[in-house]
């Protein structure tokens, strides 16, 4: 049996899930694949999400926590407090998030195939692809396979080749930990190039950190280094993940003929925050758009419609330069007692929108 489609997804998370929602929505027939048995299954993502993204999708309130601050701390322990009133970050229960995102997307009409690795394409017609090992033809093929796309490499497009490693623990059980922030610490030795973090996440707490590729990042001891803020006497482990952050900003290639990339596989996650899911989700939105139009007849081709859409992230790959040169704790120790400091990292965890309000408040002192 053969199944025709208008457009192959590859990769059911958030770029994939966000393109085949809105191309189904613009009326293709889309077919996602993906290697993993169900949605959500071993994420590598810690799942945080920025106040728009849950404000635009209507994210459902039991999927989420909200988290109004920030609490960042310097190496050795002193801290300040980010807030921004009015903004907050949502904790998210990962597996459930990405539950809703797969049963959006087949409520608009695409067709999801869990289990099912991509194993190559190639040409039928001129206008038409063949995916390898499978009854599944396509007009149009979208890799939304994350960091190392193997779809990239099949069709010799860009490659992401700068990387943050980050590892994460969820916890049951951890005490003194004040719920209603985001904890993040700096550290040159343990993070380098990135923070640790604890995270009050939807009925468990999120432990990690992560550090520029090609280090390691050294979850035991952070979480030793912490234990002097928090308890973990009566704390038990219930799963690990991780996995690759790109932080090199959009591939260089990202488009062929029939061909386009979204999300980690494009390299569109912010080189600063490393933050990818809200990028992820709008790339494929828009791409979903792009490639109904395109084969609509009532557009260009993705890769010119989506060309001012695919961020280059100019300025964060510069400020991601500087955080390379990896600041000796000692200068963070410094750094979290002046002013202008916090501001700047106020800004960051707030994004200018919230900043605009200039109610965005940075900690008058460390403590
Ligand atoms: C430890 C860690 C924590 C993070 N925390 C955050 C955070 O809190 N907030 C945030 O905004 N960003 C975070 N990120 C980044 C964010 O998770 C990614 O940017 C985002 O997941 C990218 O989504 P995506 O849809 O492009 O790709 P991915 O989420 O990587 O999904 C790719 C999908 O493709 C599938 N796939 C891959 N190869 C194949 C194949 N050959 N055949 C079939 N299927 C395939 C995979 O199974 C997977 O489902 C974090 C990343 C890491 C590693």
Redesign the pocket.
């Not at 943050?164 to 994460?168: A, K, S």
């Not at 979204?262 to 596989?265: I, K, L, N, V, W």
């Given at each position: 049996m053969n199944t025709a489609c208008d457009l192959a997804v590859?990769?059911?998370?958030?770029?994939?899930?966000a393109c085949a929602d809105s191309a189904a929505r613009r009326g293709l027939s889309v077919v996602v694949?993906?290697?993993?048995p169900a949605p959500g299954h071993r994420?590598?993502?810690?799942?945080?999400?920025?106040k728009e993204v849950a404000d635009k999708l209507d994210v459902p309130g039991h999927l989420t926590r909200t988290i109004p601050g920030v609490r960042l701390y310097a190496p050795n322990l002193r801290h300040a407090d980010l807030d921004a009133p009015g903004y907050h970050f949502l904790a998210t229960d990962i597996q459930g998030l990405m539950t809703w995102f797969a049963d959006r997307a087949t409520s608009s009409g695409a067709s999801l195939r869990f289990g099912?690795?991509?194993?190559g394409a190639e040409p039928l017609t001129e206008n038409e692809l063949r995916l390898r090992g499978s009854d599944i033809t396509a007009r149009f093929l979208l890799g939304?396979?994350?960091?190392?796309?193997?779809?990239a490499r099949d069709f010799k497009l860009g490659a992401n080749e700068d990387f943050?490693?980050?590892?994460?623990a969820e916890y049951e059980g951890v005490g003194g930990v004040d719920e209603s922030r985001l904890h993040c610490f700096l550290d040159a030795e343990l993070a380098p190039g990135y923070i640790g973090w604890v995270i009050p996440g939807v009925n468990i707490m999120q432990v990690?950190l992560?550090c520029r590729v090609p280090g390691k990042p050294r979850l035991k001891d952070f979480t030793a280094k912490i234990s002097a803020l928090f308890d973990f006497s009566r704390a038990r482990i219930l799963s690990h993940?991780?996995?690759?952050?790109p932080v090199g900003g959009r591939v260089r290639q990202w488009h062929g003929s029939r061909v386009l990339l979204?999300?980690?596989?494009a390299g569109?996650?912010s080189p600063l925050t490393?933050?990818?899911?809200?990028?992820?989700l709008e790339s494929?939105w828009r791409a979903g758009h792009a490639i109904a139009d395109f084969l609509g007849g009532a557009g260009p081709h993705p890769g010119i419609a989506l060309e001012r859409h695919y961020p280059r992230f100019r300025l964060k790959r510069w400020l991601r330069h500087a955080l390379d040169l990896n600041p000796p704790n000692a200068l963070y120790n410094l750094l979290l007692g002046s002013r202008p400091f916090r501001t700047l990292a106020a800004e960051i965890y707030f994004h200018r929108r919230a900043m605009k309000s200039r109610r965005a408040r940075a900690g008058s002192s460390a403590h």
């Open positions: 590859v990769g059911a998370s958030f770029a994939g899930l694949l993906d290697r993993k994420m590598h993502t810690t799942g945080l999400l920025v099912t690795p991509y194993r939304a396979d994350g960091p190392s796309s193997v779809v943050l490693i980050g590892v994460e990690g992560a993940r991780g996995g690759l952050i979204a999300g980690d596989a569109i996650v490393a933050g990818g899911i809200h990028t992820s494929g």
